[in-house]
């Protein structure tokens, strides 16, 4: 079953999609998960169900490598802001690029910056060799503020991506199409690359022609800049 902040991202892909082609959809999540696509779109001509099919370059049987150790260093990111909080740290937003395994020295570093900055300073700090640190003291109103970033997982090159790729997960995507067909006709498919982390860096570098195995259409959206409708 698809999480909450799955579902979530999935609306925002397909409001994004919207935006980008200057249509006016009107989003919402599908009766049930089972019989339906992921997405109910409403426009100006009628309804259309959406699938939505996050790509990674990477992905094999297994997924992706790159997106399963970036779930990881969120969740230990994660884990560093709860403890620190814990301790009743003030309101901070942090930074970090570099490795991050040493948790103790991390967490010891950013609680003693922390501890000494004004409200709205910044600090940059090394706890050790290989890892860089941006604490920005907050206000205090802002509570335990946890949305703190692994910078390292959000800058990179941006590759290509090639027909092989699209195709084989359109094909994947499209053995559930006659269960779907019996409660909306038009089915389509919303393919992204979530440029917002490594794992999803890609784009087309030209529109590509390619089999659509039944669905009556095809997006692919390099997040959150650019879209692109396949032909066939």
Request: aromatic share 10%.
């Amino acid at each position: 079953m698809t999480s909450q902040n799955q579902k979530s991202l999935e609306l925002t892909y397909a409001k994004r999609t919207g935006e980008l082609l200057k249509e006016s959809w009107a989003v919402a999540p599908s009766p049930d998960e089972v019989s339906w696509p992921d997405l109910i779109v409403t426009t100006e001509l009628g309804k259309f169900g959406l699938e939505v099919r996050e790509i990674y370059l990477d992905e094999s049987s297994k997924g992706s490598t790159k997106k399963a150790n970036e779930k990881n260093n969120l969740k230990n990111i994660q884990k560093l802001a709860d403890v620190y909080y814990k301790s009743n740290g003030s309101a901070i937003r942090v930074n970090l690029l570099g490795y991050i395994g040493h948790h103790d020295k991390l967490l010891s570093s950013i609680t003693k910056e922390a501890s000494q900055l004004s409200e709205f300073e910044q600090k940059r700090i090394e706890p050790y060799n290989g890892c860089v640190i941006y604490v920005l003291r907050l206000s205090d109103q802002l509570g335990e503020y946890k949305r703190w970033n692994y910078v390292s997982d959000q800058v990179g090159f941006v590759p290509p991506i090639n027909k092989d790729i699209i195709e084989r997960v359109i094909f994947e995507k499209a053995k559930n199409l006659q269960k779907y067909s019996k409660n909306i006709s038009d089915v389509r498919l919303l393919l992204v690359s979530d440029g917002l982390f490594n794992s999803g860096k890609a784009r087309l570098k030209d529109n590509i022609i390619c089999n659509t195995y039944g669905f009556n259409s095809i997006y692919y959206l390099s997040y959150p800049e650019s879209v692109w409708k396949l032909t066939s």
